[in-house]
Every structure is written in structure tokens, then in C-alpha cells.
Nanobody
Framework: QVQLVESGGGLVQAGDSLRLSCTAS????????VGWFRQAPGKEREFVAASRTGGSTTYADSVKDRFTVSRDSAKDTVYLQMNSLKPEDTAKYYCAANPSSWGPLAGQYNYWGQGTQVTVSS
């Protein structure tokens, strides 16, 4: 069983930056493909970014050039660096993992964290 934990959320102003972290217990994250999703109140969960083992990444158009997903193998952590935050980025952010699939669909991941709240004020 793999348990994912997100951290790093908070309340910031538009234009600020935040870095979210995703860690795992039970297995090392380096063996997983990891995705980041977000869900705002009253909206469906949406894809943000994903990282495949080996370094490949993919992003939603809405965050491309502002967000960066990266891995630190020494710390066994996957990060989501969020720059130039906008009020519309306000949501609960989730990391998700799967040992063999990745992509923009929630169904491609079988392990999920509890989420961390990001609130961006204007």
C-alpha cells in the first residue's frame, strides 16, 4: 500500500510563488509516475502536471510556463513549483501516482493523497 502526502499549500497573493511537495510511504516515489491535479469548489478535478520516471513531464495549457514539476530522488519527493500564481489557481491540489501509467486522466492513477489547499488572493 502506498500513501501519498502533499504539503506546501497556503494563502498567497496573485503573482506569488509556492512549492508543493509530494512524498510517499510504503514505496519509493522514484518507481512511480506522478501526477498533480487540482479541484476548486464546485468544479471537477482537473489535470495540472505529470512526471514520468526518466524525466519526462507534461502540463495543462493553463499552467504551462508557470508551473514546473520536478523530482528529488535523494529526498524521494516530487515537487510542483508554482510561479506567477493567479486567483484562478485557487484549489485543493492533489498528487497521484501509478507505477506504470501517467497522463492527464485521473483514472490513470491509483494512489492519491489527501490534498493541500492553495488560495490565491487578488
Amino acid at each position: 500500500q502506498v500513501q501519498l502526502v502533499e504539503s506546501g499549500g497556503g494563502l498567497v497573493q496573485a503573482g506569488d510563488s509556492l512549492r508543493l511537495s509530494c512524498t510517499a510511504s510504503g514505496r519509493t516515489l522514484s518507481s512511480f509516475r506522478v501526477g498533480w491535479f487540482r479541484q476548486a469548489p464546485g468544479k471537477e478535478r482537473e489535470f495540472v502536471a505529470a512526471s514520468r520516471t526518466g524525466g519526462s513531464t507534461t502540463y495543462a495549457d493553463s499552467v504551462k510556463d508557470r508551473f514546473t514539476v520536478s523530482r528529488d530522488s535523494a529526498k524521494d519527493t516530487v515537487y510542483l513549483q508554482m510561479n506567477s500564481l493567479k486567483p484562478e489557481d485557487t484549489a485543493k491540489y492533489y498528487c497521484a501516482a501509478n507505477p506504470s501509467s501517467w497522463g492527464p486522466l485521473a483514472g490513470q492513477y491509483n494512489y492519491w493523497g489527501q490534498g493541500t489547499q492553495v488560495t490565491v488572493s487578488s
